[in-house]
């Protein structure tokens, strides 16, 4: 249906917040998905009690993981199938194992992914001719039960998940296994197999936005969503050593539900380049004073009142003679170099001398 003149349209954005029709740019929008779900398991981990979290969404085709811990990650330049991009967005990993992931045997050994059965055929038991996939091995090991699931599958979408289809897959994949290897395996056992490498690839996406940084994934909660997360939820943070999970009634939506929670945001970079120091410091309430000023005219011009906008101050900074910037937030003017100083620490283990 058309959309009438006076409703607003906003979209949602790489870095968690939404933007008005006329602000909206392509580039900012490419990770919009993901970082929905950013927004939303922050807010209900939030409201669990939970201040501290990783998000783990395992879709079809992928699993997007990242890091709360009370201040969104963001990062202002990375690269997405191959094309590098400089824009902000959530710091969010994403590792190729998803429920429509493909099972495969090359002779020497099993992997998972990175190619996709897609919605079309998608995995062997939705009746359409496709691989084994991760959602295959998972009805195998009777995780997924068919009669739990509505009869929408097949060329008609009028059918019940083909748990024969699964296991004929799998069951090839096991032959093949055995005439490699001399050694019978069963197909129980091949498909325990492919769904540990999967966890496996996915737990080390965690690792990566998390102990390969400084944090101790040990002091998170593990929020799963996405429509195949719940599946492998425990193994995840069995490997990892998690011991809370929250899964979120709405967890096959949680990307739209955050969409709907997100905050209009404006993100605006001013370059100034200036040796730090306590008067470098106080000589940037100009160009900051002047961004909250022009990023507040457009955020009123959508209709919203002085008393719902917030500023948030940060500068990306860098030792000289380096090119790779850190981002500080301005909590406090006059530890801006120590809380500098603690990002290396946190991220290296050690300071530049």
């Known amino acids: 249906s058309a959309i009438g003149p006076d409703v607003p349209l906003r979209f949602m954005q790489s870095h968690g917040g939404l933007a008005a029709a006329g602000q909206f740019s392509g580039k900012n929008a490419v990770l919009s998905g993901p970082a929905g779900g950013v927004v939303a398991y922050a807010h209900v981990c939030g409201l669990a009690g939970f201040d501290r979290a990783i998000g783990f969404d395992m879709g079809g085709t992928s699993t997007d993981v990242s890091r709360f811990d009370g201040r969104y990650e963001r990062v202002f330049e990375t690269k997405v199938a191959g094309v590098r991009l400089k824009a902000p967005m959530m710091a969010i990993k994403t590792v190729a194992a998803g429920g429509g992931s493909i099972l495969s045997f090359d002779g020497r050994k099993y992997s998972v992914g990175p190619e996709s059965a897609g919605a079309k055929p998608g995995p062997a038991c939705y009746r359409r001719g496709g691989p084994a996939t991760v959602t295959d091995a998972n009805l195998v090991l009777g995780r997924i039960q068919p009669a739990d699931f509505p009869s929408c599958f097949g060329p008609d979408g009028n059918e019940p998940l083909d748990a024969a289809a699964a296991r004929s897959r799998l069951q090839e994949i096991a032959k093949a296994g055995s005439e490699a290897t001399g050694v019978a395996v069963s197909v129980e056992t091949v498909a325990a197999g492919f769904v540990r490498i999967a966890n496996e690839n996915m737990a080390a996406a965690i690792k990566e936005v998390s102990v390969m940084r400084g944090y101790d994934v040990q002091e998170y909660a593990l929020c799963c969503f996405g429509g195949a997360g719940a599946q492998h939820a425990c193994a995840i943070a069995a490997l990892l050593g998690i011991r809370t999970i929250l899964l979120h009634p709405h967890a096959g939506v949680l990307s739209a539900y955050g969409m709907g929670l997100a905050d209009t945001i404006y993100d605006r970079v001013r ?19 002047e961004i909250e000023a022009e990023t507040s005219a457009l955020i009123r011009a959508e209709g919203f009142a002085d008393q719902q906008i917030e500023h948030t101050r940060s500068l990306d900074l860098r030792y000289r003679g ?19 100083e603690a990002a290396p620490r946190q991220l290296y283990g050690f300071l530049r001398g």
């Open 322 to 340: 380096t090119d790779a910037f850190l981002n500080v937030p301005i909590r406090d003017p006059r530890r801006v170099q120590t809380d500098f």
């Open 271 to 289: 370059s100034v380049l200036l040796p730090l120091s306590d008067s470098s410091v106080r000589g940037f309430e100009e160009p900051f004073a």
